[in-house]
């Protein structure tokens, strides 16, 4: 805790160092404190899987992980090659371009996109080439989820505090999407700005089920195939039997609802993955991290069921009058496929796949009457600190929860106490506290990266303050 303090006070005299330099010197003091949880550790070992490393998959296809944000991929045709998922920046790409040039220089002929998230399409004009016709495939629909955010003003992605950890000091990064990038916000825009300018759009898009194409001599097949996004394709290559899967396969519980915010249908998803098994592949290409080199059938077999599985379970608890909370519990994943690692929460939840189901299908009332009856934040906060007999007694209570290892009810308390108290340092202490022990036990990366960046907004506050 002292060194935790000079550290304060030595950011206090800093007066000219932007907000984000603070956020990142706090917490990475925070941090040092702490102990890590065993969820953070399994996070840690599972983020491995995107260290950089190139794969041949099959005899013709070449997939570089971890130098993008995305898995990128070369087939090697006739007489020229195609791009499957450029990746996310055209300067980070263009090393990818480098690694594949040294595997052939045949031209690039054709760029398809698995679907229109931009850690997959952003980096598209590192492949382009001055004077050179390249052909670039998508759904007739790409980029709709994105549209759909932004059409409603709605920033794509944040919610108050960041879901991929963008904002975390490096050693509290855990990331499943390339390398980890330290970024002051201006920096951030900077990059984005870069991608705007030299953005590259689909100039051929799709809108039946499947098209059948040759390039560079190459036979495949794109198809429909909604998921992750409305607008997902896979690619099929029958030859190789190697099907590049975007991100409706990557090594997680299938990120059904985002924290930033998305409507995903799973029943879709699942229906998509059928279409995958019935192909037969030998390898599968996932969207991000390792390929699937072998048992892949298994592994899309095991992904469907288990998706089916907590779908039909969640539908027979509402059947049964349980609200979301109870079904959380009551849908949990049997042993079979709670067991295997590549269905484990840590990028998409089981949890807020349950809860995204029953909003999708009955909306936000779960069938408590009490909801209907529901105050502002603000009065519930008053109830609570008058059932408890005063702020601060509330301020007490929150503090003995703390102490007696129950972060969630101090995380509770300090939360109604701040929302009485704006500026009360303490309150903000015991809530970014709370929300750090939290997030050390908690095993899905955006709930972590969530709670983690809220605190350490909280902690710049209090910096700020003092
Ligand atoms: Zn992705």
């Given at each position: 805790m002292l060194r935790l303090r000079m550290e304060l006070r030595r950011l206090r005299s800093?007066?000219?160092?932007?907000?984000w330099g603070l956020l990142v010197n706090v917490q990475a003091a925070v941090a040092a404190d702490k102990a890590v949880g065993d969820a953070t550790e399994q996070l840690r070992g599972w983020s491995k899987l995107v260290e950089q490393r190139?794969?041949?998959v099959g005899g013709r296809v070449h997939t570089a992980v971890g130098y993008t944000l995305s898995a990128n991929s070369m087939i090697v045709g006739e007489d020229g090659l195609i791009i499957i998922d450029p990746g996310h920046a055209p300067a980070l790409s263009a090393k990818v371009r480098t690694e594949f040039e040294r595997i052939s220089d045949k031209p690039v002929v054709a760029i398809i996109f698995t679907h229109g998230h931009g850690d997959h399409f952003g980096g598209a004009a590192a492949f382009l080439d001055e004077g050179r016709d390249?052909?670039?495939?998508?759904?007739?629909?790409?980029?709709?989820?994105?549209?759909a955010n932004?059409?409603?003003g709605l920033t794509p992605w944040r919610r108050p505090a960041e879901t991929q950890g963008g904002d975390l000091p490096p050693e509290q990064q855990i990331r499943f999407n390339g390398p980890v990038q330290v970024m002051t916000p201006q920096q951030r825009a900077a990059m984005m700005a870069q991608g705007a300018r030299r953005m590259v759009r689909p100039t051929h898009r799709f809108a039946e089920q499947q098209v059948e194409l040759t390039i560079a001599g190459v036979s495949l097949k794109l198809v429909a195939a909604p998921g992750e996004t409305s607008d997902q394709l896979y690619v099929w290559l029958p030859e190789d039997r190697v099907l590049f899967a975007g991100d409706n396969v990557f090594h997680t519980w299938p990120n059904v609802y985002p924290l930033r915010g998305a409507s995903r249908s799973l029943r879709d998803w699942a229906d998509s993955l059928d279409k995958m098994i019935q192909e037969e592949p030998r390898f599968v290409v996932a969207g991000h991290g390792n390929p699937l080199l072998e048992n892949a059938v298994e592994q899309l077999t095991n992904r469907r069921d288990a998706m089916r599985w907590i779908y039909d379970r969640t539908l027979e608890g509402m059947q049964r009058m349980m609200t979301p909370d109870d079904l959380v519990e009551y849908a949990q994943l049997p042993e079979r496929f709670a067991s295997l690692d590549y269905l484990q929460p840590y990028y998409g939840s089981w949890e807020g796949t349950i809860r995204q189901i029953?909003?999708?299908?009955?909306?936000?009332?779960?069938?408590?009457?009490?909801?209907?009856?529901?105050?502002?934040?603000?009065q519930?906060?008053?109830?609570?600190?008058r059932l408890l007999g005063g702020e601060e007694a509330l301020a007490a209570k929150a503090q003995e929860a703390a102490q007696a290892g129950d972060p969630l009810g101090a995380a509770q308390?300090?939360?109604?106490?701040?929302?009485l108290q704006p500026q009360r340092m303490e309150a903000k202490r015991m809530l970014a506290d709370a929300l750090e022990a939290l997030a050390q036990d908690t095993l899905n990366m955006p709930m972590r990266n969530y709670s983690l960046s809220y605190a350490l907004q909280l902690r710049a506050q209090i910096v700020q303050q003092e």
């Open positions: 800093w007066r000219m160092a932007v907000l190139l794969f041949q390249v052909s670039i495939w998508a759904r007739q629909n790409f980029g709709a989820e994105m549209r932004s059409q409603a029953y909003v999708q299908l009955v909306g936000w009332f779960d069938g408590n009457p009490l909801n209907l009856h529901r105050e502002t934040s603000l519930q906060a008053q109830r609570m600190a308390l300090a939360q109604h106490l701040l929302r």
